[in-house]
C-alpha cells in the first residue's frame, strides 16, 4: 500500500530540514511539533541511526474543514513530514492525505484531502528543486 510520496536532494540534511520548513510555510502550513528521532533512540535506547526528523506540519483552514466533516480525524493530523538521509542523499517524504479517505471511508473528507495533497506535494516540489 503506497500511502505517501518523497523527493531527493543531494543537500545536506539540515539544509533540508530548513527548506523543508520553508516550502511548507509557502503552502500555508505550520510546523506543529518536532521529533528528532535520531536524538531520541541514541538517548532512550543507545541506538545509533542516520538523520532522521518527523515535522508535524499543519494548514490551520484545512485542519478545521477535515475536523466539521469528522472529529475523529485528529487521530490522522498533522500531516507528518519525513527529512532523513539515505546513502549520500537527504530523503523528504510527506503522509499522502488520501490516506485520511481510504483509512475512514469519508467520502466527504476527499476535496480537503485533495488540497492538502497538492499543497503537500508543491511543497515537496520546491525542495527538489
Known sequence: MKYGFAVRTDAPF???VAQVREALKA????????????A?????LGEQMEDYVILGAC???LAHRALAHDRQIGLLLPCN?????????TVVEALD?????GVTGEESLRP???EA????RAALAAVAG
Open 97 to 101: 492525505p488520501m490516506t485520511m479517505v
Open 14 to 16: 539540515d539544509a533540508t
Open 27 to 38: 503552502q500555508g502550513f505550520g510546523v506543529l511539533t518536532e521529533i528528532d528521532v535520531q
Open 112 to 114: 480537503v484531502a485533495t
Open 59 to 61: 494548514n490551520p483552514p
Open 81 to 89: 513530514v519525513v527529512v532523513r538521509t539515505q546513502d549520500s542523499q
Open 40 to 44: 531520541t533512540l541514541r538517548a532512550k
Open 117 to 120: 495533497a497538492t499543497r503537500l
